[in-house]
């Protein structure tokens, strides 16, 4: 493994919607710009994962999570900790693109408002920032005062990454980010992915295996709450160690 | 059985099926090295063009796979090793066609004790046994038997080995028979590549089973397991 600092680290994290044991014990740790995929069949639990790294599995009533959660090295679960803080930390892209019922503008710079800031040479330079890095500037320059519905899907959500990036964010979650989306826009999807691993750390779920195949650099396994293997994706994907991951991935499970 | 299960399957028929060509090919060949059956010689050749059109449907099957599937993990490392297990069975079957032709210009019926000084039938016997066990290797997924077969292979090579000298040896006692001793030299040597074949073929055995890479390792620690 290479020499980079750890990002984000689970230790022992169990989770319960109510009395449902959704996640068992979990320990994983994942370096800074890297991009770390979860894969496993439906309901096992990748997304309310997911969303424990910012913590908006805390709106659900009756969930309750056990352990850490150490982003830079600090528990994001501590008493201290604010959660609108932690939200300009990590930044979440969801499945469904979702912008708001507004104008492009407006919608990259909406988490930016939101945090105070008004002057609108700064909203202008960040908005314009976020687009490139969500490499859909060229596509949307002219028209950034049209409605975002208007866009197709793949803009959508790219415009929703842009939505995310545009806080400055060091961790990016992505919950199958590119599961409406079309061919071209999921490569493109796919592409920004790549780009953006230079700044952010990137967890990405997706039921695309070739996908997981195509970004990740480590790739975690889950199978009723519980992970089953985390490595390499090369290994993962070439070499996995426990039998439910291969017969996962080469699709005989069951 | 899924779909790519069953895929896999009709490519193992496949493999299996050029095996027998293969074998075939082996064994008439000690056949007509003892009783220089041309008939026999002939039939050799012609399963060798047989051998090729298999060669190529089996990585054309391959192939597909490779695009409409994206096969990972066992899968992958089975296709990966079939292959090559394929372009081995090719070259083993390239070697027997050699092999026949070296029959044909040595001229029935070649000088029984030249057979003997150069332990070629021994050798001709160990590789058919080795080719045999090779595929059942393959078949039960094996890989003791396959670290076997590398360890097998050291008696062709120490034949081959000193095959010159015995040859030198042989001419300087029977100068006029310097063609048949070129000839069953020729042969000593396809036989030696064969055990080769069926050695790179165990390998990728232990490849897709175990995913162990046991290829070029030093010659001295094949056949033991590396870890
Ligand atoms: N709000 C909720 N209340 C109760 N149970 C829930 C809730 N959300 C999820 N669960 C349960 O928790 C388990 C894990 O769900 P989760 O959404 O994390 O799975 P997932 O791996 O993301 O599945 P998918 O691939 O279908 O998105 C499932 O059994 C699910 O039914
Ligand atoms: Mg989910």
Redesign the interface.
């Known amino acids: 493994m290479s020499k980079k600092q750890i990002k984000l680290e689970a230790r022992d994290i169990n989770a319960y919607y109510g009395d449902f044991h959704a996640l068992k014990g979990i320990n994983v740790a994942m370096e800074e710009k890297t991009v770390t995929a979860f894969i496993g069949p439906s309901g096992c639990g990748k997304s309310t994962f997911l969303r424990i790294f910012n913590r908006m599995n805390d709106y659900i009533d009756g969930f309750k999570t056990e352990g850490e959660i150490l982003l830079d090295g600090e528990n994001i679960y501590a008493k201290n900790v604010l959660v609108d803080e932690l939200r300009k930390r990590v930044g979440m892209v969801f499945q469904k693109p979702n912008p708001f019922p507004k104008s492009i503008y407006e919608n990259v710079v909406y988490g930016l408002k939101i945090q105070g800031m008004s002057n609108k040479a700064a909203l202008a330079e960040a908005a314009e920032k976020a687009l490139h890095q969500a490499a859909l500037w060229n596509e949307v320059k002219d028209n950034l005062n049209k409605s975002a519905l208007a866009l197709s899907g793949g803009q959508q959500q790219r415009l929703c990454i842009a939505r995310a990036l545009a806080i400055s964010p060091s961790v990016l979650l992505m919950d199958e980010p590119a599961s409406a989306l079309d061919p071209i826009s999921t490569a493109k999807i796919e592409e920004l992915i790549h780009q953006l691993k230079e700044q952010y750390t990137i967890v990405i779920v997706t039921h695309n ?2 996908q997981a ?1 195509r970004v990740s650099d480590t790739t975690a396994f889950f199978y009723m709450g519980e992970l089953v293997e985390h490595a390499k994706t090369k290994t993962i ?4 160690k426990d039998k439910r ?2 017969d996962y ?4 499970f069951g | 059985m899924n779909h790519l299960d069953k895929e896999l399957l009709a490519i193992k028929d496949k493999v299996n099926e050029m095996w027998s060509l293969v074998e075939f090919q082996m064994l008439a060949g000690k056949d007509a090295l003892l009783n220089g059956d041309e008939e026999l010689l002939r039939k050799i050749i012609k399963r060798g063009k047989k051998v090729n059109a298999y060669d190529i449907k089996i990585d054309r099957m391959c192939e597909n796979i490779f695009a409409l599937y994206n096969p990972v993990a066992v899968d992958l490392r089975w296709l990966m090793a079939i292959l090559k297990i394929n372009a081995n069975i090719e070259r083993i079957g390239d070697s027997s066609e050699g092999i026949a032709q070296l029959i044909r210009e040595a001229n029935f019926p070649v000088d029984p004790e030249l057979l003997e000084t150069t332990r070629v039938l021994e050798m001709y016997d160990a590789a058919e046994s080795m080719l045999a066990d090779v595929q059942r290797a393959f078949y039960e997924e094996n890989t003791e038997l396959a670290r076997d077969l590398i360890k097998r292979d050291k008696l062709l090579n120490k034949i081959h080995v000193k095959t010159d000298k015995v040859i030198i040896r042989y001419i300087q006692a029977h100068p006029d028979n310097i063609n048949q001793s070129l000839k069953v030299s020729g042969i000593i040597r396809k036989l030696e590549r064969i055990g080769d074949q069926i050695t790179n073929i165990a390998e990728e055995i232990i490849f897709y089973v175990d995913a162990k890479v046991v290829k070029h390792k030093q010659k001295k620690k094949r056949g033991k397991d590396p870890q």
């Open positions: 295996m070739q195949g994907f070439t070499n996995p991951t291969e991935i080469t699709g005989r």
